[in-house]
């Protein structure tokens, strides 16, 4: 089943904002067994909403549509797909008693324009919002649907979730795609490819390999694709247990999961603390840490020591080291765990100092150059990366590389 994936908006056209709604959808409808066919983005306008839709059904079963929902004036999409339809606008009294009661529980009186939210298509079908004033609307013709959505990606998320997937599984044929993302860190993607060539070239047909590459990550998705009883599960896990054989020290887990909340997990379960020293960094990791619910039970802080006066007073790595390697060193950068460790009494830490860039270079220390040290029970362990020149990347392949250092040293 082909989907056609429509953002209307004259914010996202002109840059405004960033339409993070299609790429949601995309990996939703495909993991439904949709085939997106494409993502097409379109202004406010009535003759271009119509136009879209007439020319998006004519190669696809199902078009999404997010955003002009709102009640006021630029917001159009309601109208435009009502008169596409031949249908009409009746007040909704399920609709009004939604906005009414989402509208209270705020304590936000109800103003003509929310009412105005209470008028609903005749002939399509409602797709109620628990998360917002603007409901969803199912509309079928010929055996195609169109549906709308918000734009406010919690409010679309709610409506998909909660409402579409249910009715699109009946109405549509759909086949049994079975997901599992494979995490994979301390690699480029480049050299991952190179390593797994022969394990990716000798998969079933039926399974499909996609490289999902982020800063210091590469997640690995497999897609397999047949009737729920022929047990796909096993067979994907299988082909998914002949890649920890080839790169095992690269693999942190077999299921979708951030470095921080792995990293999370194995403290919890083991009552042990951690804490960060960051200089070239500036606090990123401490950030990723704390993005984790519950982080509180196992992070108790972090040093942002930006200057070397901060490294020596607050930290108390030795002024001599810093003159005599520079505060980008091996030297350093252990002093920074060491010291931050017995400041916070904690069992673990991360410490950082790079050259981020895009100034700073030295003759033997580089744009990228990054020390990151973990301090553990059993000791101290530091090595030496180099990244690329820009900042903000050296930023966060930093970050991950110092929560991958972590992990490999955790005993």
């Not at 949601?24 to 406010?44: P, Y």
């Not at 000798?202 to 998705?221: E, F, Q, S």
């Not at 606090?283 to 972090?302: C, E, N, P």
């Not at 505060?327 to 350093?332: D, H, L």
């Amino acid at each position: 089943m082909k989907v056609q994936i429509i953002s209307i908006g004259d914010e996202i056209l002109i840059g405004q904002i960033v339409n993070t709604n299609s790429t949601w959808l995309a990996t939703e409808l495909t993991i439904l067994g949709f085939t997106v066919s494409s993502i097409l983005t379109i202004s406010d306008d009535k003759q271009v909403i119509n136009e879209a839709v007439n020319t998006g059904l004519q190669t696809n079963d199902l078009l999404i549509i997010t955003g002009g929902l709102g009640p006021t004036n630029d917001d159009v999409t309601k109208h435009a797909l009502t008169d596409l339809f031949n249908t009409t606008l009746e007040f909704s009294e399920e609709v009004f008693e939604d906005v009414q009661s989402f509208l209270h529980k705020r304590g936000v009186k109800m103003n003509s324009l929310n009412k105005t939210q209470a008028f609903f298509p005749k002939s399509a079908y409602l797709l109620n919002n628990n998360q917002g004033t603007a409901p969803g609307m199912w509309f079928e013709r010929e055996g195609k649907v169109v549906v709308s959505l918000p734009g406010v990606p919690w409010e679309m998320k709610g409506i998909f979730q909660q409402q579409f997937v249910k009715k699109a599984e009946k109405f549509f044929k759909l086949p049994y795609i079975y997901y599992q993302t494979v995490m994979v860190t301390g690699i480029s993607e480049s050299e991952l490819a190179e390593k797994i060539k022969l394990w990716e070239d000798t998969l079933p047909n039926n399974i499909k390999l996609a490289y999902l590459p982020a800063p210091g990550i590469v997640r690995l998705r497999l897609g397999i694709e047949g009737n729920k009883d022929e047990n796909l599960k096993s067979i994907l896990q299988e082909n998914i247990d002949r890649l920890h054989n080839i790169i095992p020290e690269y693999i942190y887990s077999d299921i979708e999961i951030t470095l921080q909340e792995k990293i999370g997990e194995i403290f919890i379960n083991n009552n042990i603390t951690l804490s960060t020293a960051e200089s070239c960094t500036g606090g990123y990791i401490a950030s990723l840490i704390t993005s984790v619910a519950g982080s509180s039970r196992y992070f108790k802080g972090s040093i942002v020591a930006y200057s070397n006066n901060v490294k020596s007073e607050v930290l108390k790595v030795d002024n001599n080291q810093i003159e005599q390697y520079g505060a980008v060193s091996k030297q350093v950068v252990e002093q920074m765990a060491i010291g931050v460790n017995k400041l916070l009494k904690t069992d673990y830490s991360i410490a950082t100092s790079g050259i981020a860039g895009p100034s700073g270079e030295k003759k033997d220390k580089p744009v990228g150059m990054v020390w990151i040290a973990v301090a553990t029970p059993q000791g101290v362990f530091s090595d030496k990366f180099f990244f690329g020149k820009e900042r903000e990347f050296n930023i966060k392949r930093s970050s991950v590389a110092g929560l991958n250092f972590l992990l490999r040293n955790i005993k």
